[in-house]
């Protein structure tokens, strides 16, 4: 008999429902979530398994690329949709979650999404890297300026290249300002310095 399976996916544990033709649970329970946990469960409840859901999500496509690479029959299935089928459960918990997904594998009722390419994940998080670097940089930037400011003292229009020269000028002679300017232009420097290597990549 074909077997099906749910997976809720989590950062600690994963929920894994295992349902049989007829819609009845054959098996239930927390594995660790990762790859090898979920393949030795998987492979130890010795039933014909046809389908395994994972919600997708950012764990879940590293968790499919395993399952997949192990040979079984794992889908992606689209969030929107997911979430819409497990809305009408009248209480929600990771087990509801995995037996919801698993009949929806079962009665096929899923839009299956495409599991990124490993070098797609990587360009993104390298976007994703420097967009946070750029506005760590631009954050210190106009802390720097609402700090001075309330001295009465103004950066103006000026380069980045300009900025630590004018920031030191500014807070001279105030000990306090001094030395909150060096702190911020130490961490301004270190992070241009590091969004400059991300560039280069």
Do not use: Y
């Amino acid at each position: 008999m074909d077997h099906f399976v749910g997976i809720d996916a989590s950062l600690e544990s994963c929920s894994v429902c295992v349902v049989g033709q007829p819609g009845s649970v054959v098996r239930e329970a927390k594995v660790a979530s990762e790859p090898e946990a979920l393949i030795a469960f998987l492979r130890g409840t010795d039933v014909t398994i046809t389908g395994i859901g994972l919600e997708a999500g950012p764990l879940s496509q590293w968790l499919h690329r395993h399952l997949c690479a192990a040979g079984l029959e794992a889908v992606l299935m689209e969030t929107r949709q997911v979430k819409g089928a497990l809305k009408a459960m009248p209480i929600k918990t990771d087990r509801r979650d995995a037996l919801g997904i698993a009949q929806l594998i079962r009665m096929g009722w899923f839009r299956p999404v495409h599991c990124k390419f490993v070098s797609a994940q990587e360009l993104r998080a390298l976007l994703g890297a420097r967009r946070t670097l750029q506005k760590s940089v631009i954050s210190i930037e106009l802390s720097m300026r609402g700090m001075l400011r309330g001295f009465g003292l103004k950066l103006g229009q000026i380069t980045r290249r300009r900025l630590p020269e004018r920031a030191r000028e500014l807070a001279e002679g105030n000990e306090m300002l001094t030395a909150m300017m060096t702190a911020m232009l130490r961490g301004h420097a270190a992070l241009r310095s590091e969004l400059a290597k991300r560039r280069r990549l």
